[in-house]
């Protein structure tokens, strides 16, 4: 085994057999802190066994590498990677900064995709790389204070507003959390019942989750439907605070799809909404995973 693989995973719930959350702590080291929105770089050898769409049942089937079958578009000279040569991609963390001996992610199998189906195929007790330092500056550190906060996304994109909301969010403060959360299906909407709960219990939390395929639902859906877009063109959120947020009373982070990130944007900069940056402060702030 690796001695790169420097951690363990020590849960795994899946959601579908294409969404897991899971929970991974340090072997041996402790986790710096992070602020809460940051992401971290999870790896796995090439070598690692990976989930593979079974042909005769519905769902996935682990196969354990084998060298002759090696993924040559892993490598851009098209030649077979080494089998210890570590794939890594970022994640952003979903659990509270609070939470100092694990972190939780939150993610989507990309069926074509060279980590993905190796973290996919890891269960309690696996071993994987987790890489000591955290970045990112997708998180309320640059929000005045007071500000609303609403927090849209697509998919996986919900998982940073967790920590967000995990770690920072007050009960009965005035200052309010929106999270607008779009997927396919009621059974992809990740945290729904978390969600519903803080909104349940906290005045100044709002959640709106909506799907895009009500006609799939097993049972009838009696939320939102449509996108993301639609749903702030619904104004649905002014319905819900009783006021219109605008660039003087709140941010709005974006997190997920491309498409609903670039629609997003164009919508929220026509209403003087100004893209963030570190050099250039603004009250939209995006996060692109792709
Ligand atoms: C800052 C940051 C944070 C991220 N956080 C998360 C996270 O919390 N959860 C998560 O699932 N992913 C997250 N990602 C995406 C992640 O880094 C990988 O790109 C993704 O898991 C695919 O890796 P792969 O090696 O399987 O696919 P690759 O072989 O790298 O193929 C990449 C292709 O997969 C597709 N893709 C990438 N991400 C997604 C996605 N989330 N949904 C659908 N298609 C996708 C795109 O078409 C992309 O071109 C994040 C990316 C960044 C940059």
Known sequence: MSVDLNAIVTQRVELTPELVVVRIVPDGWDLAHFEPGQFAVLGLPEASAKVIRDDHKIGFVIQEYDPSDADPSASPNGKPN?????IKRAYSIASSSEAQDYLEFYIVLVTSGQLTPRLFALRPGDRVYLAPKFSGLFTLEEVPEHRNIILIST??????YMS????????????????????????DLGYHDELSTLAHHCPNMSYLPTISRPKDEISAWHGEVGYIQDLWRRRVLQKDW?????????????????GMIDEMTVELTNVDFKVH???????LHIERYW
């Open 82 to 86: 080494k089998p210890d040569k570590m």
């Open 155 to 160: 998919g996986t994109g919900l998982a940073p």
């Open 164 to 187: 967000m909301l995990r770690s920072q969010l007050v009960c009965q403060s005035p200052q309010r959390f929106a999270v607008l959360h779009g997927a396919r299906h009621s059974s």
């Open 242 to 258: 009783g006021f219109d947020p605008s660039p003087e009373n709140a941010h709005i982070f974006l997190c997920g799809t491309p």
């Open 277 to 283: 940056s570190r050099k250039n402060p603004g009250n």
